[in-house]
């Protein structure tokens, strides 16, 4: 009976500091229940339906939650740990990274953009090419907007322009490309993901508009590995006024902050003996 009398005393002891709490994550999640313990680093929570979840403080807000915005634990869905899941491979997702994320992101080793979030609903973007040729550049600039956003899904506007600055510009004056996307995830095992929109240019000469859409989804297959698949059709920033349709396949990488995707373009046209074009992607998020 002794051998369990050290243990009976610590779970006594223990007891009063646990404290019915509410924690409001930087990515709009509401956790409520007993708070069982804490460190310099982390926070752990008994919920009522998830069990025990540990946080680490630094996605924690610090300021207060109203009872209107507490979710119900029944309603919480699971966070997805993609650092860049507002994101597949070129199809934008519904969701947006936490209020006060700094996103990185590298297509290529050619194509830099840098986003900010200011708000949990909303993501501002800017990106360009290397200066590697004064003949082929550009600058573009977007923003996401969440329009609805529930523990699984969310619906949100997306739209960017781009502006040729070199001199082969193909005589537009910027292009232009605006969607609405809505993303539906099935706790943390996978993502199904739909645009549509339109995308245009306004040129020197004449002004090309089409409409176009796209399916994706990603799909876990380890904690920190996943598939992902695209079909988009439509115009592309290199040619508004096309009408083909491109299939995006490929796998992502990543841990807490930082990923690295590995993909294949195949553009449904004939390319003679090529498969795909080669497509790879890093991004950090601070």
Same mark, same amino acid.
């Not at 003949?135 to 523990?151: S, V």
């Not at 004056?173 to 739909?194: E, K």
């Given at each position: ?16 500091? &646990? ?40 996605? *924690?807000?610090?300021? @207060? =939650? ?5 979710? @119900? !634990? ?6 997805? #740990?993609?650092?860049? /899941? ?10 947006? @990274? !936490? ?18 979030? #200011?708000?949990?609903?909303?993501? %501002? ?5 290397? #200066? ?10 977007? *923003? ?7 523990? +699984? ?6 739209? +960017?322009?781009? $502006? ?8 537009? +004056?910027?292009?232009?490309?605006? +969607? ?6 099935? &706790?943390?095992? &996978? /993502?199904?993901? $739909? ?19 796209? $399916?994706?989804?990603? *799909? ?30 490929? %796998?992502?990488?990543? /841990? ?10 195949? !553009? ?13 992607? =890093?991004?950090?998020?601070?």
């Amino acid at each position: 009976m002794t051998r369990f009398l050290p243990g009976f005393l610590a779970l006594l002891l223990a007891s009063p500091l &646990a404290a019915y709490e509410v924690i409001r994550l930087k990515d709009g999640t509401v956790l409520r229940g007993e708070v069982v313990s804490r460190t310099d680093s982390t926070v752990e929570i008994d919920t009522e339906n998830l069990g025990r979840v540990r946080v680490k403080k630094r996605n *924690i807000l610090s300021s @207060p =939650v109203k009872d209107s915005e507490v979710v @119900p !634990p029944q309603k919480l869905a699971r966070l997805d #740990p993609d650092p860049i /899941g507002h994101t597949l491979l070129l199809m934008p997702t519904a969701f947006t @990274p !936490p209020k006060g994320s700094i996103v990185f992101r590298d297509f290529e080793l050619l194509f830099l953009t840098l986003g900010y979030s #200011p708000t949990n609903s909303t993501s %501002i973007v800017a990106g360009a090419m290397l #200066p590697f040729t004064s003949e082929f550049n550009a600058l573009t600039a977007g *923003i996401k907007q969440g329009l609805y956003r529930k523990a +699984n899904g969310a619906l949100a506007v997306a739209g +960017n322009m781009t $502006v040729p600055v070199s001199s082969s510009n193909n005589e537009a +004056n910027f292009i232009w490309l605006l +969607n609405l996307v809505g993303s539906y995830r099935f &706790a943390d095992v &996978a /993502g199904i993901h $739909v645009a549509a929109g339109g995308i245009g240019a306004h040129g020197q000469i004449e002004s090309v508009q089409s409409f176009s859409y796209g $399916v994706g989804t990603d *799909i876990r297959l380890w904690p920190h590995v996943k598939i992902l698949g695209e079909v988009l059709h439509g115009g592309t920033t290199f040619n508004p006024g096309s009408d083909g349709t491109l299939i995006n396949f490929g %796998i992502r990488i990543h /841990g807490e902050r930082i990923s690295a995707d590995i993909g294949g373009v195949r !553009p449904l046209e004939d390319m003679g003996s090529l498969w795909f074009i080669p497509l790879l992607s =890093v991004g950090y998020r601070f």
